[in-house]
């Protein structure tokens, strides 16, 4: 019924960027479900409550099928995406009738399926609830919370003008329809509807098949909270609802997801919403060794995608069990092992981390960056943003008769665009045309294979690598290491597609707020 050109990707992966733990011999079954949306056409204006919960019903009963479809796979956590029943381009007044007051878990035992009764306007929730119940799952979704002030878990914050709260909040009910946990979105994304919360909150939930999970929503995965929070606090295993606008030619969806995965060394469970109109598509299951992802492209029918994958247990605390460290792990000294490809790709040679090429400044994502062109078949690049350099290896494989031009960028700096964060990061792009001009652009296709070892060395320890081929396809890397004085090198060759990107992108969390 929900069918179309998928892209599936499961192959293992090792990698010496961080010690890759599973449970030995434990695994789960997760489902994402990437949602095609019914929206209320005249969001602009308020609802009644009948006919918001009417408009919601329609992505629920979707929400039913799916649930029946995962359960009929075996999954036992099914994660739905941000803003999948409601919509989106509300503001403070006009979302007043999707608006649910759900009481917080950590301070009451409520379960909706049995005890409907319990509390006012929680009609969306109580179905979630039933819903979990009958397909006997894990159950993680995306709603509105209105909540009174002041707030018990806040009692002194200051309340907002009209005072009550309105968060984009996840749910997250027991196989049993219990509601286990509830999370409030930190960082907003351009969304007036809605409040930041008056303290952060770190929320995770336990299960019996994997252990620990945390919460995160969207635009929280840039940020230090509560995504780094969760991971220093030892969680490895994140729930990740999303309403995910692609921004290529860094920040397309499954190629940031899979990158945070590897880069983290975590499970990323990517729940998108499929709205062609704000170029949302691009959900995935990401585990350190594997990614099963699911990317739309141009022309395709703009239906819904559900995702099944058996994947590891990374929890170390469940129960109680040893855990096992994967086999196989890419050594600093085997990156200089000979190959065929000679001394494209060897980060042995000093004497190569030189070169004259001329410099120019392009923007991409809106950022500033160092570029350098590739102007032959193959070579050896630095380019520097300030202090912070990048360098490249590669030997470029042309596959047709077209013409393709690449540049390798730097950027060391604050990107201060629809969000403000501190970067340091190197890519090697395709540019959108053969000006150099054009570098940073936009691009979604390329021909042309590299074989390429991409490094640079960065002030912070959070580095998430990419590699991005035609028709946003996400290759595995090679080899990642990552050295204690901060060196990141990523190799990668035998490329399946064009390069459209290669990436190191590192977050400077410690410099947000300067």
């Known amino acids: 019924?929900?069918?179309?050109?998928?892209v599936f990707v499961t192959l293992s992966f090792t990698s010496a960027i961080g010690r890759t733990e599973h449970v030995a011999g434990s695994t789960y079954v997760a489902a994402v479900y990437e949602h095609r949306i019914i929206l209320e056409p005249e969001s602009h204006v308020p609802l009644s409550r009948p006919a918001a919960l009417k408009h919601m019903q329609k992505n629920l009963d979707i929400y039913e099928e799916q649930a029946a479809l995962a359960a009929q796979q075996g999954a036992q956590i099914l994660v739905f995406p941000e803003d999948g029943l409601h919509g989106f381009t509300f503001n403070r007044t006009t979302i007043s009738g999707y608006l649910q007051t759900i009481p917080d878990p950590q301070q009451e035992s409520w379960n909706p399926c049995t005890e409907p009764?319990?509390?006012?306007?929680?009609?969306?929730?109580?179905?979630?609830?039933?819903?979990?119940?009958?397909?006997?799952?894990?159950l993680v979704a995306n709603l509105p919370d209105l909540q009174p002030c002041p707030m018990k878990s806040s009692p002194s914050s200051t309340c907002p003008p009209d005072g009550h709260w309105q968060f984009n909040t996840?749910?997250?009910?027991?196989?049993?329809?219990?509601?286990?946990?509830?999370?409030?979105?930190?960082?907003?994304?351009?969304?007036?509807?809605?409040?930041?919360p008056p303290q952060p909150e770190i929320i995770t939930f336990d299960t019996p098949f994997a252990g620990r999970f945390g919460l995160h929503i969207c635009f929280d995965i840039l940020f230090h909270v509560p995504t780094i929070t969760l991971v220093e606090k030892g969680v490895r295993q994140l729930i990740f609802p999303t309403a995910w606008m692609n921004a290529l030619p860094l920040l397309d969806s499954v190629q940031f997801h899979r990158a945070l995965s590897l880069g983290a060394n975590v499970t990323l469970l990517a729940a998108n919403i499929r709205y062609?109109?704000?170029?949302?598509?691009?959900?995935?299951?990401?585990t350190p060794f594997s990614a099963t992802y699911h990317h739309a492209h141009k022309g395709d029918p703009e239906e819904g995608k559900l995702l099944v994958a058996r994947v590891p247990v990374l929890d170390p605390l469940w129960g109680g069990q040893s855990v096992a460290t994967e086999e196989g792990v890419v050594t600093a000294e085997s990156m200089t092992s000979t190959s065929s490809q000679g001394n494209?790709?060897?980060s042995s040679h000093p004497e190569l981390l030189s070169s004259s090429s001329p410099t120019f400044v392009s923007p991409m994502m809106f950022d500033p960056f160092t570029f350098v062109l590739l102007n032959e078949t193959e070579g050896n690049l630095n380019v520097c943003n300030g202090t912070f350099c990048c360098h490249l290896q590669y030997r470029q494989l042309p596959q047709g008769s077209s013409k393709e031009l690449y540049a390798l960028g730097a950027f060391a700096g604050t990107h201060t665009v629809n969000g403000r964060y501190a970067l340091q990061v190197c890519a090697v792009v395709r540019c959108a045309g053969l000006e150099a001009s054009s570098c940073g652009q936009i691009v979604k296709e390329a021909e042309t294979k590299m074989d390429f070892l991409l490094e640079g060395k960065f002030g912070t320890k959070y580095v998430y690598p990419s590699v991005l081929a035609s028709h946003q396809v996400v290759e595995e890397p090679e080899h990642l290491e990552k050295t204690a004085g901060g060196r990141v090198t990523m190799k990668h060759s035998n490329m399946t597609g064009g390069l459209v990107t290669a990436c190191l992108y590192g977050r400077m969390y410690h410099l947000d707020n300067e």
């Open 1 to 6: 019924m929900y069918f179309f050109a998928v």
């Open 117 to 138: 009764g319990k509390y006012a306007n929680t009609e969306v929730i109580q179905k979630l609830s039933c819903m979990a119940r009958r397909h006997n799952l894990y």
């Open 170 to 196: 996840n749910v997250v009910f027991r196989s049993d329809g219990q509601l286990v946990a509830r999370y409030h979105k930190q960082n907003l994304y351009f969304e007036e509807a809605f409040d930041t």
């Open 276 to 286: 062609d109109h704000k170029r949302m598509t691009g959900s995935g299951i990401y």
């Open 344 to 346: 494209c790709c060897d």
